[in-house]
């Protein structure tokens, strides 16, 4: 019996004992006179038995039924086994079986196919989030083991709003250039250039302060100095508690991301590159995490005329041009074509392109340069020369080369046995 209902046994005690009458026991339980009349008639009745709720220990008219119940806890095993609630109960309502979260969670709990999470309590004080939409972006690569256990780590690149959390990944091998570049890239064709990027300390995206006091490569790395010419500002972090937005989406993805690798029995980056991009996983979490920003106004810029997202994220080196007219590249050689009027001479600083494709380009003050690729080094032909002379050939030309030895220039006994027959020769004449 609960408290209430000992109440009521203690009040109807005292009316059948006529300590007091039924309308004054009435207003003691709360109930109308008709109602402590029936309250007396079953506790006559019935004893006890009476005052207890006639539905205690049954189940609810709402409830799920046992067998319904047991499909769903056996669908989880064999399927879904370390899926949270959340995640569970949106996948099983796929398979046909709507059970909301709480009611899963309840029941894997009692079943002993999931524990309660301890959720840490928060130390620090959050920043707020930008008002608008691109005003700043969190980029960082999360290495995991995406494709299971013994599958190897791999680096999931990801990029995440901070006004909405609205999220773009990608998957690489590593935490690399190209991966930055490649998803950088593919935000600005979707949504415009942003204003500011938020990342770590990583010399992919800035260079070491050491390297920055000397001047080298203007204090900019490959990715950095093509963020500069968009005009994107990079902002460093100094802990991983400051990027937190981005941090966190990490968790969404090794949570829901290799699930969903698992379901689908994914083995290769392409195929992982296929589910975020084509088959719409990326779509989905914005839709069901994004947030409105403070602000309607979008941050984003659109891309300055003249520029071209092709030639700014590629990796740039300077050249000279040989007197051949050729340079050398990544130890390959290529010809520098004949035009008129003349672009380019021998001795000229030439900019070789490397871009994200694989393919190169030649410019000389923002002028495109036709090239050919050459098969092997220029100098080739003539060590084939020199091989095809004879061995009285070689040794006249060493003789007529031997006056410019630095061994000669420099040696004391050579040069005054040269100055003495110079003389004798002015005398004899």
Sequence with gaps: MSQKERGRKVVLENVLSGKMTLLEGGELMKVSYRQA?????????????????????????????????????????????????????????????????????????KDGQWSKHRKRKSYRRRRERRPRFGDLLQLDG???????????????????????????????????????????????????????????????????????????????????????????????????????????????????????????KLKTIEEANKLLYEDGFIEHLNKKFAKLPAEDKDGHRKLPEGLYLYDIFCWENDRTVQKDWTIRHKNKWYQIQETKPLIVRDGYKVLVKRHLDGKISIEYKNKKIAFEALKGKPEEK????????????????????????????????????????????????
Aim: charged share 30%.
């Design 37 to 109: 009349k029936r309250i007396l008639a079953r506790y006559r009745a019935k004893g006890d038995k009476g005052l207890v709720h006639q539905r205690r220990g049954l189940l609810s008219n709402r409830a799920f039924s046992g067998e319904f119940k047991n499909k769903i806890l056996k669908r989880y095993s064999e399927m879904y086994e370390g899926f949270g609630p959340t995640l569970a109960s949106e996948k099983l309502e796929g398979d046909g079986y709507k059970i909301k979260a709480e009611t899963l969670r309840k029941w894997l709990i």
């Design 382 to 429: 003539k060590k084939e020369i020199a091989l095809q002379r004879t061995e009285q050939e070689r040794s006249l030309i060493s003789k007529r080369n031997s006056i410019n030895s630095p061994w000669r220039t420099f040696n004391l006994n050579w040069l005054k046995k040269q100055r003495s027959v110079s003389v004798n020769n002015v005398v004899s004449q």
């Design 142 to 264: 999360s290495i995991h083991e995406w494709f299971g256990v013994g599958a190897g780590h791999k680096c999931l690149m990801n990029m995440v709003d901070d006004a909405t959390g609205t999220t773009l990944s990608l998957m690489a091998e590593g935490e690399t250039t190209e991966g930055a570049m490649r998803l950088l890239q593919e935000w600005i064709r979707r949504y415009g250039v942003p204003k500011a990027l938020y990342v770590d300390l990583k010399t992919l995206y800035v260079l070491p302060q050491k390297e920055k006091e000397e001047g080298i490569e203007d204090s900019l790395s490959v990715f950095g100095r093509a963020c500069s010419k968009l005009g994107i500002k990079i902002i460093k972090a100094y802990s991983a508690q400051a990027k937190g937005r981005v941090e966190r989406n990490h968790g969404v993805y090794q949570d829901r991301f290799v699930k969903e690798i698992r379901l689908r």
